[in-house]
């Protein structure tokens, strides 16, 4: 894995509106071992752009300054949204993993920028547990999103990544912490027994994490989506991809940021989110979906 480090010329933020109010720029792009010449995740974007190369741009201080200009033209008094109600949150990590590429970055300085912001906060997703994070003070300033599947899905289709119990305990952990805890199912994978496969995983969720916990922690629901590119990747390395590749029941489209990508057939996904709902309502009442689709 070749690391480049650089001062990214892409520094705006972008809109969102789902993981968070805005996108800043990447302070990372990619993520990997540098020692292993391949990403983790079978389904991940971010492997179509340089898979080889992680790019570290060092002008955080333009990037955070950025997300300082879009905020001041906001309403001083944030309209609560699904987001939050209070704050405007940024997601700092659209195009890595935080937990995974930790010492490659000052994270710690880029949260104390959003903690001491006093309209902004800071959020990413991650599939690796952090220890390193418990020794921080967030002040409920950063939400670690924590990226959840049934176990045996995960095993294939993320390797190496944290283990589904020790995310979901780790969550609780942060909660305890001052963190904003909420979970991401994503990508949501329809295969034989899915649906089981997800009430198992839920009442893992039930088992292990306080009523406290669950009452603040949010859902994010993402169907999995996929590409032509990444599939004839993963048929080059000889990766087993047919969780993901399932042409009778997929069909193309083109992702709001003009990408084409490869999703379920709209009249069956719709028939999907509906079970899922379903079961998230009967299996995690207190929680709620903060988005689905």
Known sequence: MQIKHQKTKTIKCKENGRSADITSANFI???????????NCLYCYVNRYGRDTVYINENKDEI????????????????????????YYVDISCGTDINLMWNYYNWVDIFDWFKNNNRLAATF?????????????????IRVRMSLMPQKISTVLEPKTSKILSRIKFAQKLYEK????????????????W??????????INNEVSQDFKKQCGLEC???????????????KKIDDTLLWTPNIQEN?????????????????????KS???LLKEELPDMTIRYIF
Do not use: M
Request: hydrophobic share 30%.
């Open 125 to 141: 997703a991650t599939k690796y547990t952090n220890e390193r994070l418990l020794s921080y003070e967030p002040n409920e300033k």
């Open 178 to 193: 001052g963190y904003s805890s909420h979970y991401n199912l994503s990508p949501i994978v329809v295969y034989d027994n």
């Open 29 to 39: 792009l990619g993520c990997g071992f540098k020692d292993e010449n391949y990403f």
């Open 222 to 236: 993402i169907f999995a989506t996929y590409s032509e590119y990444t599939h004839k990747y993963n048929l080059e």
């Open 195 to 204: 649906l089981q496969d997800y009430k198992e995983l839920f009442n893992i």
């Open 253 to 273: 489209k083109i992702s709001e940021y003009g990408g084409k990508a490869i999703r379920y057939k709209w009249q069956l996904k719709d028939t999907f989110i």
């Open 64 to 87: 955070l300054e950025e997300c300082s200009k879009w905020v001041n033209n906001q309403p001083i008094i944030k309209t609560p949204n699904q987001v939050d109600n209070k704050w």
């Open 276 to 278: 899922f709902k379903k």
